[in-house]
């Protein structure tokens, strides 16, 4: 073989080794570039589940507060209030229970932070029911008691809306 062939084939043959380090360089290149759009994908979609489920927990609060704002003058609850107040907690309890199985899906961390805070709201809400004699027709409303649940649902308000802030902050960091 004279020396003209070899030198071509010494130079095709490092033609396609070019060829495809390039192409294994690139596509690795591809695979980050994926990894890192699917991560931001999935941070942005954590981030508002979280937003949703921890808007869902103020807003339960705030109909707590609502309603008990008005019980202890009235003596009694309204009819009108109480039905009010019965739609707007079911609703809201599930939002609140279906946003929390998706954060929990989505990331445990998050979803543990949050947990304490949806729990202590579902408890006061069953607080407020037994206080305001919503469970039992023949329950007493207990203007002192439903004015101490007011007192711990502003307090909750106050720490979920801390903590809300403190997870945004370090997501905000962490992007």
Same mark, same amino acid.
Request: proline share 2%; charged share 30%.
């Given at each position: 073989?004279?020396?003209?062939?070899?030198?071509?084939?010494?130079?095709?043959?490092?033609?396609?080794?070019?060829?495809?380090?390039?192409?294994?360089?690139?596509?690795?290149?591809?695979?980050?570039?994926?990894?890192?759009?699917?991560? /931001?994908?999935?941070? $942005?979609?954590?981030?508002? %589940?979280?937003?949703? #489920? *921890?808007? &869902?927990?103020?807003?339960?609060?705030? =109909?707590?507060?609502?309603?008990?704002?008005?019980?202890?003058?009235?003596?009694?609850?309204?009819?009108?209030?109480?039905?009010?107040?019965?739609?707007?907690?079911?609703?809201?309890?599930?939002?609140?229970?279906?946003?929390?199985?998706?954060?929990?899906?989505?990331?445990? /961390?998050?979803?543990? $932070?949050?947990?304490?805070? %949806?729990?202590?709201? #579902? *408890?006061? &809400?069953?607080?407020?029911?037994?206080? =305001?004699?919503?469970?039992?027709?023949?329950?007493?409303?207990?203007?002192?008691?439903?004015?101490?649940?007011?007192?711990?649902?502003?307090?909750?308000?106050?720490?979920?809306?801390?903590?809300?802030?403190?997870?945004?902050?370090?997501?905000?960091?962490?992007?």
């Amino acid at each position: 073989m004279s020396s003209d062939i070899q030198s071509a084939i010494i130079g095709a043959l490092a033609g396609l080794v070019g060829i495809l380090v390039g192409a294994v360089s690139q596509r690795s290149l591809e695979m980050k570039r994926w990894r890192q759009t699917r991560q /931001d994908e999935l941070r $942005r979609e954590t981030r508002g %589940i979280a937003g949703e #489920l *921890a808007g &869902s927990v103020a807003e339960f609060i705030h =109909t707590m507060l609502w309603y008990t704002y008005f019980v202890p003058d009235a003596g009694q609850a309204p009819d009108d209030l109480v039905k009010q107040y019965k739609d707007e907690s079911h609703r809201l309890i599930g939002r609140i229970v279906g946003a929390r199985a998706k954060l929990a899906a989505m990331d445990h /961390d998050i979803h543990e $932070r949050l947990n304490p805070f %949806i729990d202590r709201a #579902l *408890a006061l &809400s069953e607080s407020i029911d037994d206080a =305001t004699g919503i469970i039992a027709a023949d329950s007493r409303v207990d203007g002192e008691k439903i004015e101490q649940l007011n007192r711990e649902a502003r307090q909750l308000m106050d720490d979920v809306n801390r903590a809300t802030r403190a997870l945004y902050e370090g997501s905000a960091k962490a992007t």
